[in-house]
């Protein structure tokens, strides 16, 4: 399956790869692998998550010996600690051809190395 573009709100931009295999294990019982990785582009707060998830399972349930597993991790990065700019550039852009309307590419680098602007509680 190709890349899926999905805008979550007006400054997050979800990347979303899906693959599903179905294999024979025994006879007429069949395994089901859905592996994803969806890259989530928060502009607001700098951020790109990536979250990997597999799934393996046969639909027919535990009645005929069904069994399932699943596998997840995420990771979580600043915009300023990514080796290039140029996939936060083009995400950018995409989001925004999906009506988002996330910050400028200029106020979202460096925003994680900048000071906080929030007033001080007295």
Do not use: C, W
Not at 90 to 103: A, I, K, N, Q, V
């Amino acid at each position: 399956m190709a890349e899926k573009y999905v805008a979550a709100n007006a400054y997050t931009l979800d990347v979303i790869d899906e693959k599903k295999i179905q294999f024979d294990s025994y006879g007429s019982q069949y395994m089901t692998h859905i592996s994803s990785i969806t890259r989530t582009f928060n502009f607001l707060a700098a951020q790109v998550t990536t979250m990997t998830r597999d799934l393996l399972f046969q639909s027919h349930g535990s009645d005929r010996g069904g069994a399932a597993s699943v596998a997840t991790t995420t990771r979580t990065e600043n915009f300023d600690d990514l080796p290039s700019t140029a996939e936060v550039r083009l995400m950018h852009e995409t989001l925004t051809s999906l009506g988002g309307t996330p910050p400028a590419l200029e106020e979202t680098f460096g925003a994680s190395k900048r000071p906080s602007r929030l007033p001080r509680a007295d």
